[in-house]
C-alpha cells in the first residue's frame, strides 16, 4: 500500500472523528449566516523529535505533524470588511483593510496571526480582499506544539483557495514565516510553519534549515509511541526569553566568524571552533553555541536511529537535547525538567525531552507501545507532589498536512 499523498487523511487516521470542523461550521453560521456555505480547511500542530532551536541557526530539525491542529472557515466579502471569531478564545476581532499596518496591533491579540498572514497575502499578490473566518483546534494552546503555526498556515491554505492564487505549499509557508517574524514579531525560524504546511503522513520532515530543503522519513515500524507531558505552564514566546536567544546566537556566529573562521551560520561550526573562541565568546555565549553545534550531532545520531529502527539510539539523542536546552540553552524549567526525568527514570521509555521552544508547556517521551499508563502514573505521582497541580497527557500519532474539509 503506498502512502496517501501529501495532504491528505491517512485512512483511519486519529483523530478522523473530531466534532471540532462542525462546530467551526456551526459558529460560522451563527455568526455569518449559512450560505453560502464556507470553506473549511485544516492544518496540522507538530511536535519536534530533535533539533532544538537549531532552525533559526541554519541548523537541521526533524519535526513531525500530529493528528492535531487547528480548523478554519472562512468566506470572501465585498466591502472591505475582515471579522474573525474563535471558539477557542473570547475576542471577536473586526476591522477594515485598510485599517491593517505592517506590524501587529496588540489589541488583536490572537488574530495578529491570520491577520498577519492576510497582510502577507496583500503583499503577495495585491489582492486585499474582506473575509469572515472563524478557527477551532483540538491542539493545545501555548502548549509548545505549535498552534500558532496552525493557525498560520490554515489561514494561508485557505485564503489561497478563496482566491484562486494555486501558490506552492512551501512559498505558502515562507509567507506564514513572514506573517510570523514581521507582522507578530517573533524571530523564529522556519521549522514550524514548514512542519505544518509540508508533513505527510506517517512521515517525520528532516529539514535542513540553511537552506529550506527537506526530505521525508518514513515512520514505518517505528517501534514506540509518542507521550505528550503537558505541564500546564503556559508561555508566550514573544514577551519571553526567546528573542534573546536569537540575538545571543547572532552574536555568537559574529565573533566565530571574526575569530576563528567564516561559516554561513552558528550550526556550521564544530565543537573545536567554539571551544577555539571560548575566550571571546564569554559565558552565555559560548553556553549557547555549545548547544547548537552539540545539538547538530545529536540530529545525526537520532536519524541515523530513527532510519534503523535503533529506538534506544534515537531517545539517547532527545535525552541528550533536553539536557543540553536546559544547561545551556537555559530555556527549560523545573516543570519541564521533573516530567522529562522522572519519565526517563522508567523502564519503559527510550528518552524524553522538551519540544517546542522550552519555557513551559510541553514535553515529550519516547515509550514501548502500550505502556503510556504505567509512565503516566508515574509521573503524575511526582509532579503532583512537587507542584501541586497535575499535568496532562496524551499519545500522539503521525499526522499529514494540511487539507480541506469537505
Not at 36 to 57: E, K, M, Q, T
Not at 121 to 143: C, H, I, K, N, Q
Not at 322 to 334: F, L, M
Not at 369 to 374: E, F, K, L
Request: glycine fraction near 10%; hydrophobic fraction near 40%.
Amino acid at each position: 500500500m503506498t502512502d496517501p499523498a501529501p495532504g491528505s487523511p491517512a485512512p483511519g487516521e486519529p483523530g478522523s472523528g473530531s466534532a471540532v470542523p462542525a462546530r467551526v461550521q456551526d459558529r460560522f453560521a451563527q455568526e455569518f449566516g449559512a450560505t453560502p456555505r464556507p470553506v473549511l480547511w485544516f492544518a496540522p500542530g507538530r511536535i519536534n523529535l530533535i533539533g532544538a532551536h537549531l532552525d533559526y541557526s541554519g541548523g537541521d530539525v526533524m519535526p513531525l505533524a500530529v493528528d492535531l491542529g487547528v480548523y478554519a472557515a472562512g468566506r470572501l466579502r465585498d466591502d472591505g470588511v475582515i471579522r474573525l471569531r474563535s471558539l477557542d478564545q473570547q475576542l471577536a476581532v473586526d476591522t477594515r483593510v485598510d485599517a491593517i499596518r505592517d506590524r501587529r496591533d496588540p489589541a488583536h491579540d490572537w488574530a495578529g496571526y491570520p491577520l498577519g498572514v492576510w497582510q502577507e497575502f496583500r503583499e503577495w499578490t495585491g489582492l486585499a480582499p474582506g473575509v469572515d473566518m472563524v478557527f477551532g483546534g483540538d491542539l493545545p494552546m501555548a502548549s509548545g506544539l505549535s498552534s500558532s503555526a496552525a493557525i498560520e498556515v490554515a489561514t494561508a491554505f485557505l485564503l489561497d483557495d478563496l482566491l484562486g492564487t494555486e501558490i506552492d505549499a512551501r512559498e505558502l509557508a515562507l509567507l506564514c514565516h513572514r506573517a510570523e517574524t514581521r507582522y507578530v514579531g517573533l524571530q523564529c525560524g522556519i521549522m514550524d510553519q514548514f512542519a505544518s504546511a509540508l508533513c505527510r503522513p506517517r512521515h517525520a520532515l528532516l529539514l535542513h534549515c540553511h537552506d529550506g530543503t527537506y526530505e521525508h522519513v518514513a515512520m514505518h515500524g517505528r517501534g514506540f509511541e509518542i507521550l505528550v507531558m503537558d505541564t500546564r505552564r503556559p508561555r508566550t514566546l514573544a514577551t519571553s526569553g526567546f528573542n534573546d536567544r536569537v540575538r545571543e546566537c547572532a552574536e555568537a556566529h559574529r565573533i566565530l566568524r571574526r575569530d576563528v573562521r567564516d561559516l554561513p551560520y552558528l550550526a556550521a561550526y564544530s565543537q573545536a571552533d567554539v571551544e577555539a573562541a571560548r575566550g571571546a565568546l564569554g559565558a552565555t555565549l559560548y553556553k549557547r553555541a555549545r548547544h547548537v553545534v552539540g545539538e547538530m550531532v545529536r540530529v545525526r545520531s537520532g536519524v541515523a536511529g530513527l532510519r534503523t529502527g535503533r529506538v534506544e539510539q534515537f531517545g539517547a539523542a532527545l535525552t541528550g537535547s533536553h539536557r543540553s536546552t536546559s544547561v545551556d540553552y537555559e530555556v527549560s524549567c523545573p516543570e519541564l525538567d521533573l516530567v522529562t526525568s522522572v519519565a526517563c527514570e522508567s523502564e519503559h521509555v527510550f528518552g524524553a525531552r522538551l519540544t517546542g521552544a522550552g519555557f513551559g508547556g510541553c514535553a515529550i517521551a519516547l515509550i514501548e507501545p502500550g505502556t503510556a499508563q504505567q509512565v503516566e502514573r508515574r509521573v503524575d505521582r511526582e509532579f503532583s507532589a512537587r507542584f501541586g497541580t497535575r499535568p496532562a497527557f496524551m499519545v500522539l500519532h503521525a499526522g499529514g498536512g494540511p487539507r480541506r474539509v469537505d
